[in-house]
T-cell receptor, first 110, second 111 residues
Framework: RKEVEQDPGPFNVPEGATVAFNCTYS??????FFWYRQDCRKEPKLLMS???SGNEDGRFTAQLNRASQYISLLIRDSKLSDSATYLC???????????FGKGTKLSVKP | NAGVTQTPKFQVLKTGQSMTLQCAQDMNHNSMYWYRQDPGMGLRLIYY???????DKGEVPNGYNVSRLNKREFSLRLESAAPSQTSVYFCASNLQGSTIYFGEGSWLTVV
């Protein structure tokens, strides 16, 4: 089983749609979790950290389920500017142990 | 507000040539990393440095060497480039356990 798995997509959605991305991780000792966004030919940038109680930042909501080893990202009212690849990232807690998923590509259409 | 700066941005090498990718950060981070990103493969860790003076292998270290010159700088060297090393290379840094910040990437083509 791969350490961090994501649906590669692409997810093609109309503006205003709600879209959800899922991510599973294999190491139960994982300590912290993040969603990064990567635009075409750009570097990954932090979108949001994922907390055990779930957290929201504007139109974005992240959830963590430690029992199921599952992370999610919900985007409400999608904008054209949300088009990007979303990377799930798991930190095993020691140096050099940030594990990146391969990313889920989102394309928001007018 | 420089953050993580890496050079060069684009490079074409012939098989067997050597080159060094330079990386510097101005955020006083202890840890620095080199990743490569290939289509369909995601980001893979080449080497990392937890602190000045230390370096460790990541997932795909073969064909690369690194040097943590000081707290700010972490370079990646290809001694004898191979076509399989054609990739996008990202330098990154963070304080242990905190958000990781990336440079803008270096596009390397080995012909």
């Amino acid at each position: 089983r791969k350490e961090v798995e994501q649906d590669p997509g692409p997810f093609n959605v109309p503006e205003g749609a709600t879209v959800a991305f899922n991510c599973t991780y294999s190491n139960s000792a994982s300590q912290s979790f993040f969603w990064y966004r990567q635009d075409c030919r750009k570097e990954p940038k932090l979108l949001m950290s994922v907390y055990s109680s779930g957290n929201e930042d504007g139109r974005f909501t992240a959830q963590l389920n430690r029992a199921s080893q599952y992370i999610s990202l919900l985007i409400r009212d999608s904008k054209l500017s949300d088009s990007a690849t979303y990377l799930c990232v798991v930190n095993l807690g020691s140096q050099g142990n940030l594990i990146f998923g391969k990313g889920t590509k989102l394309s928001v259409k007018p | 507000n420089a953050g993580v700066t890496q050079t060069p941005k684009f490079q074409v090498l012939k098989t067997g040539q050597s080159m060094t990718l330079q990386c510097a950060q101005d955020m006083n981070h202890n840890s620095m990393y080199w990743y490569r990103q290939d289509p369909g493969m995601g980001l893979r860790l080449i080497y990392y440095s937890a602190s000045e003076g230390t370096t460790d292998k990541g997932e795909v270290p073969n064909g690369y060497n690194v040097s943590r010159l000081n707290k700010r700088e972490f370079s990646l060297r290809l001694e004898s480039a191979a076509p399989s090393q054609t990739s996008v290379y990202f330098c990154a840094s963070n304080l242990q356990g905190s958000t990781i910040y990336f440079g803008e990437g270096s596009w390397l083509t080995v012909v």
